[in-house]
């Protein structure tokens, strides 16, 4: 079971709403961080996820963004938005600087609502483990592997809980020092071997949260891809512009990048190896009419490629999502 990391800016929340049916026929569950005040994006994609019948967790209290330590705001919404779909998961976000007694009452106001506790650095392990046993509606216990270890996972185990380990696959650095190709995860082939449910990742953006970044001196177009000559881990290929010197002309360094994905997805045997999503027919559409759809439509095609390339390994291997 798969739980993609969302951050709610524009294209991760239009990946949602377009990759929903996708999701929800797969039985993945995206958990959705908001950082944008303004909800009507946030609203369609919730809606989309519900109209498929598939799931979501929405965090009541993210960390970044416009509502940042914001914790009213996102819990009176989904009450008063989503209150009657069991489809949104009320997710509170565990972090450092929240307390267990913050803990328990954010859960006293999912009302009710089934609750998805992401932990990441949460520093009071013992005393919510004890605090939680009054609380009949947590559902999903997400574990960010870089803040939670094996002994601290252990004290949230329980036989009717899911456990999920998330896992940041992507390498942040400049565009201009991604290599060709690298390995991204194999944790959807050994999240067993973890004595988990299931497994996350923040897709091809990463963890790390930026509001935007500067010009872009280099374009990198990222495509994930299951290789199979590898045991079937996840690599990710990066396709960079030539031009990297200055930030001039992003639509022709795009169209410089694309060319090199469309060689390599038509080179035998190597381009073989990627699904051909409807992603990947959409970055050939844009190649033939040579069209710049801007930075952040391109982000959202990886994206849903890479949902879309997960959806395919399972619905192939369907012994490896039980």
Not at 45 to 51: G, N, S
Not at 61 to 71: I, R
Not at 216 to 242: K, N, P, Q
Not at 292 to 306: E, F, I, N, R, T
């Amino acid at each position: 079971m798969y739980y993609p990391y969302m951050r709610g800016k524009q294209y991760e929340l239009i990946t949602v709403r377009e990759a929903a049916k996708v999701m929800a026929d797969a039985k993945f569950v995206p958990t959705i961080v908001p950082v944008r005040s303004q909800m009507r994006g946030l609203r369609k994609a919730l809606e989309a996820v519900c109209e498929a019948k598939g799931k979501a967790v929405l965090i009541v209290n993210p960390e970044h963004g416009e509502l940042a330590h914001d914790h009213k705001t996102i819990p009176s919404f989904l009450d008063r938005e989503f209150g009657n779909h069991d489809n949104v998961l009320f997710g509170v976000r565990l972090h450092s600087e929240v307390t267990a007694a913050e803990a328990i009452c954010m859960c006293r106001e999912a009302k009710g609502k089934s609750i998805a506790l992401i932990h990441a650095g949460f520093k009071h392990a013992n005393s919510l483990a004890v605090q939680l046993g009054g609380f009949n509606t947590i559902r999903v216990h997400m574990f960010m592997e870089d803040a939670c270890g094996k002994l601290y996972q252990k004290k949230f185990w329980a036989d009717d809980i899911k456990r999920i380990l998330v896992r940041d696959g992507f390498e942040h650095r400049r565009n201009r020092d991604h290599p060709d190709s690298e390995f991204f995860s194999d944790l959807h082939i050994t999240y067993n071997e973890e004595r988990v449910d299931g497994f996350g990742d923040f897709l091809i953006v990463g963890d790390e949260y930026s509001e935007g970044g500067g010009p872009a001196y280099a374009i990198a177009i990222h495509l994930t891809y299951v290789d199979l000559d590898r045991d079937g881990e996840m690599h990710v290929r990066h396709f960079l512009s030539d031009r990297q010197d200055t930030p001039a002309d992003p639509g022709g360094k795009f169209a410089e990048a694309l060319k090199k994905l469309i060689a390599f997805l038509d080179d035998e045997p190597s381009g073989q190896k990627v699904d051909n999503t409807s992603a990947i027919e959409e970055f050939r559409y844009l190649h033939e009419r040579q069209h710049y759809p801007g930075l952040g439509y391109v982000k959202k095609l990886s994206m849903k490629h890479h949902i879309e390339t997960l959806a395919a390994y399972f619905k192939n291997n369907p012994s490896e999502n039980t």
